[in-house]
């Protein structure tokens, strides 16, 4: 007889964006007539860039050529990729990353879920909440959270860290100590931050408690503040305590492509049960080889063009188009008389719901009423609860028309 995975049977509910999906699926199908505008999932709308496009032709060009043909690349990347990532996301910003500890993959949401293989079933998780589900999920599946609490809307071995309104959305230390401190900045799904001091206060908690944090970075190139950090080892003694994740998706919209990084320090250290040293660097380096096979030689090469000065220059361009959707929306919601966050170091906009209204009775009368798309903020942890996400990830014409509609109704 064969048996299953019992752990996947704790999952509450359907994936939240699949539940979003059916809903819309359902009204569209009812409504032929209405057009919906999506605002909800975080994918995005603009073009790959020139600069890309042509570098990764070229690629592909290469690979129908006996002398350019390349098999199988090397499982943590090309090092002419890995180069341009640490000479452009660290050296540039003070920072010394070795080529080694950067691992190419197929995307940050991939390597956040894949973390968990190598840390103890013991290890006690953090997460802020609200916060990106697959954080939890994948340590539900790992069997690692324990038992589901229906009424609380938690499980018993998570500690959840509320990042809300009214703490300004800076998470305090937990009472219990966790080993693993998951830390998504600019956060997903609230779009607010926090500045170097903050950030700061978490390594030394980390580092005081031996605990580990897992550093989603994946929207750092939205930050437009001076005093926000784009990545973690900006911050002193970070290389000791952090794993950090990043991706090319949100950046140069390579959601449909697939190609991010991780990085693992050599100075990081996990422990086992007889409290001895061992290198994380070590561990992740042996799974990472064991069950990844690498990002396509013409996928590597089109990550390269971000780093070249006409790509730069072009990805800029993309990321203002949205940031400027993304104060269309804040503006405009404030203007309704909503409460909003978010919106200036990040895609995404957090607002209160109406007075007694739950996330998914929002999001209904936003579909029916507006024909809008948004994200339930209690998909995101209880403490979403009553609030919504928007991105800003829409074409400029559909963002200025979904507000119009919001305002309307």
């Known amino acids: 007889m064969i048996q299953v995975n019992e752990n996947f049977l704790a999952l ?27 605002l909800g999932i975080g994918d995005v709308t603009r073009p790959i860039v020139p600069a890309v496009v042509e570098a990764m032709k070229k690629a592909i060009d290469e690979q129908g050529k006996p002398e350019t043909f390349r098999g199988y690349g090397p499982e943590q990347g090309y090092e002419f990729l890995r180069e341009k990532i640490a000479t452009f996301d660290y050296q540039k910003r003070g920072v010394e990353i070795a080529l080694d500890e950067i691992f190419v ?25 609200p916060v990106y589900p697959v954080y939890l999920d994948t340590n539900v599946m790992a069997g690692r959270a324990g038992q589901y609490n229906q009424e609380k809307g ?22 219990k100590t966790p080993d693993m401190i998951y830390l998504c900045l ?92 061992v290198a994380i660097h070590s561990l992740w380096n042996r799974r990472h080889g064991t069950k990844f096979n690498g990002v396509s030689y013409p996928v590597q090469r089109a990550a390269e063009a971000v780093y070249s000065e006409e790509g730069q220059k072009q990805i800029k361009e993309n990321i203002s188009y949205y940031m400027e959707n ?7 919601l404030k203007e309704a008389g909503y409460t909003v966050f978010g919106g200036v170091n990040a895609p995404y906009i957090w607002l209160k719901c109406p007075e007694g209204m739950t996330s998914w ?5 936003l579909l029916k009423e507006a024909n809008v798309v948004g994200t339930p903020g209690v998909g995101f942890g209880p403490s979403g609860e009553g609030y919504f996400r928007l991105t800003a990830f829409g074409t400029k014409e559909n963002t200025v028309e979904a507000i119009r509609r919001i305002q309307k109704i």
Not at 154 to 169: K, Q, S, V, W
Not at 326 to 332: H, L, N, R, T
Not at 361 to 365: G, I, R
């Open 105 to 129: 993959s197929d995307g940050a949401k991939c390597d956040c879920g894949n973390i968990v293989d190598i840390f103890g079933m013991d290890n006690i998780v953090a997460i802020t909440d």
């Open 186 to 277: 600019p956060n997903n799904p609230t779009g607010t931050t926090l500045t170097k001091t903050e950030l700061k206060k978490w390594v030394d908690y980390a580092k005081k408690n031996q605990a580990i944090i897992l550093f989603d970075a994946a929207y750092e190139a939205f930050i437009s503040q001076s005093d926000v950090p784009h990545t973690i080892y900006e911050i002193e003694g970070a290389k000791e305590v952090a794993i950090e994740f990043k991706s090319f998706s949100k950046t140069a919209g390579f959601t449909g492509i697939r190609c991010a990084y991780t990085v693992v320090p050599k100075e990081l250290k996990g422990y086992t049960k007889l409290g001895e040293e």
């Open 154 to 175: 938690t499980y018993e071995n998570i500690i959840y860290m509320p990042a809300t309104a009214e703490n300004g959305f800076v998470p305090d230390f937990p009472e």
């Open 326 to 332: 993304a104060k269309v929306i804040k503006e405009g």
């Open 361 to 365: 009775e929002f999001f209904d009368k």
């Open 12 to 38: 509450q509910d359907s994936y939240l964006f699949s539940t979003i999906a059916k809903k819309v699926a359902e009204f569209t199908a009812q409504n032929p007539d209405k057009k919906v505008i999506k």
